[in-house]
């Protein structure tokens, strides 16, 4: 398939462990240890961190079981306020056990979970995935909790507060405990462009291939979602439509419409599209354009219906704002702004070219809010891959908001080390 997704990862921990595990001893074990390192400068301030990770992995069969956690640490100074601080936090990032079987996928425990389609869910959560084919059609139902502990933008992995330079930020709503914000699910996909070939070698089920049209609709779905909580006032409900289509010669696009049906009405359409470009040389270029809006149907009573907002001490928003729609979307556009569902509409442009020779590559990413004073930013990134081990991006950004006083610049520097 064509789909890619070159726009940046932010500050909430992404690891590398999963593809660069180590087999213990020609055992079912296998093992792996990331190391990262940054150093960066935003505003008068210096921002250095680190993390080490450790992943373990047993796979015997259709039984997965995987655990990744460390530590991390971080230090700011601010010169302008003359404030120095520094912190080291352990934690979790995953633990869970996974079964693969002619019953589908089922995984459980804390994991990564993202949803299918474009907007609803790309979170770290602790509770169960299930997938399953059926022919043409595919159906995943999720669950879970989600705690401050381990979420993407919990107190573990993430390093975004570090750069928090508008004084208004929309902070996410994440349970202290256990059960306080929890997210529940399903899609259900039609992929007309399968094609079925009757029972597959190990007669367990259908040998489903891909159309080798140049134009295909790969995916047309339905979701259903929710969040839910003692601390979501208003549980949410959202409902809708989304498709995965490519048009041949590397162009693709994803289109998505939903339905907030609680709390306060609103239409959500998002979609992301994007080229890509291979030369005789082997390089790689590739761009990739989204957009995500709203338009409200009816104002609610106020209260979290599945909303970010400010947070105060019960986990209700201090301003009252209902606009945005769900907690656990985390788009997070933009490398400082991390712009989310509270910011909508806003769009992003972002283009990457790759030389696979040298194992290097350079991405250009423009983020903006779509209204009269909107904020934005710009970001450049260079990255090159040294002994297959050692990742070294180097990163610049722009930023230009109504908020704030100066258009501050970012300047950072990170290493990323598997054995």
């Given at each position: 398939m064509g789909i890619s997704n070159i726009l940046f990862a932010q500050w909430e921990c992404p690891s590398q462990l999963g593809g660069n595990?180590?087999?213990?001893?020609?055992?079912?074990?296998?093992?792996?240890?990331?190391?990262?390192?940054?150093?960066?400068?935003?505003?008068?301030?210096?921002?250095?961190?680190?993390?080490?990770?450790?992943?373990?992995?047993?796979?015997?069969?259709?039984?997965?079981?995987?655990?990744?956690?460390?530590?991390?640490?971080?230090?700011?100074?601010d010169y302008d306020l003359n404030i120095k601080s520094s912190n080291s936090v352990w934690g979790l990032r995953e633990a869970f056990?996974?079964?693969?079987?002619?019953l589908g996928s089922?995984?459980?425990?804390?994991?990564?979970?993202?949803?299918?389609?474009?907007y609803l869910l790309n979170e770290r959560v602790l509770g169960i995935d299930y997938k399953k084919d059926f022919n043409r059609f595919g159906l995943n139902v999720f669950g879970g909790t989600v705690s401050k502990s381990f979420a993407r933008n919990g107190t573990f992995c993430n390093m975004a507060y570090l750069y928090d330079i508008l004084p208004y930020i929309n902070q996410p709503l994440l349970g202290e405990s256990l059960g306080q914000t929890n997210l529940a699910g399903l899609t259900l996909g039609f992929h007309p462009s399968r094609e079925v070939n009757g029972m597959s070698e190990d007669g367990l089920g259908s040998d489903i291939k891909?159309?080798?049209?140049?134009?295909?609709?790969?995916?047309?779905?339905?979701t259903l979602y929710s969040e839910f909580g003692s601390w979501i006032k208003t549980p949410s409900l959202i409902t809708g439509f989304y498709s995965n289509i490519e048009f041949g010669n590397d162009y693709w696009l994803k289109p998505e419409v939903l339905l907030s049906t609680t709390g306060n009405r609103a239409i959500i359409y998002c979609a992301k599209a994007g080229k890509g470009?291979?030369?005789?040389?082997?390089?790689?270029?590739?761009?990739?354009?989204?957009?995500?809006?709203?338009?409200?149907?009816s104002s609610g009573n106020g209260g979290h219906s599945g909303v970010k907002g400010v947070e105060s001490d019960k986990g209700e928003e201090a301003?009252?704002?209902?606009?945005?729609?769900?907690?656990?979307?985390?788009?997070?556009?933009?490398?400082?702004?991390?712009l989310d569902s509270p910011d909508m509409p806003f769009c992003q442009f972002a283009a990457k070219h790759t030389i696979p020779s040298i194992k290097t590559?350079?991405?250009?990413?423009?983020?903006?809010?779509?209204?009269?004073?909107?904020?934005?930013?710009?970001?450049?990134?260079?990255?090159?891959?040294?002994?297959?081990?050692?990742?070294?991006?180097?990163?610049?950004?722009?930023?230009k908001s109504p908020m704030l006083v100066t258009n501050p610049n970012l300047f950072r520097v990170e290493m990323r080390f598997n054995f």
């Open positions: 595990l180590n087999q213990f001893n020609h055992s079912n074990f296998s093992w792996g240890v990331e190391l990262t390192g940054g150093a960066g400068y935003l505003t008068n301030s210096t921002i250095f961190n680190g993390m080490g990770l450790v992943g373990l992995n047993y796979t015997s069969k259709q039984h997965t079981f995987y655990f990744e956690g460390g530590v991390k640490t971080w230090y700011q100074g056990y996974k079964n693969q079987s002619s089922l995984t459980v425990g804390l994991q990564s979970m993202r949803s299918e389609d474009v891909e159309s080798s049209s140049s134009f295909n609709v790969e995916t047309i779905g339905f470009f291979t030369w005789t040389n082997s390089h790689r270029t590739t761009f990739e354009a989204a957009y995500y809006g709203l338009t409200s149907i301003n009252g704002d209902t606009k945005a729609i769900s907690l656990f979307s985390n788009i997070l556009a933009g490398t400082v702004l991390r590559h350079l991405k250009v990413q423009y983020t903006s809010q779509v209204q009269a004073s909107p904020s934005h930013e710009l970001d450049i990134e260079l990255g090159k891959k040294f002994f297959d081990k050692l990742l070294v991006n180097a990163t610049y950004g722009y930023i």
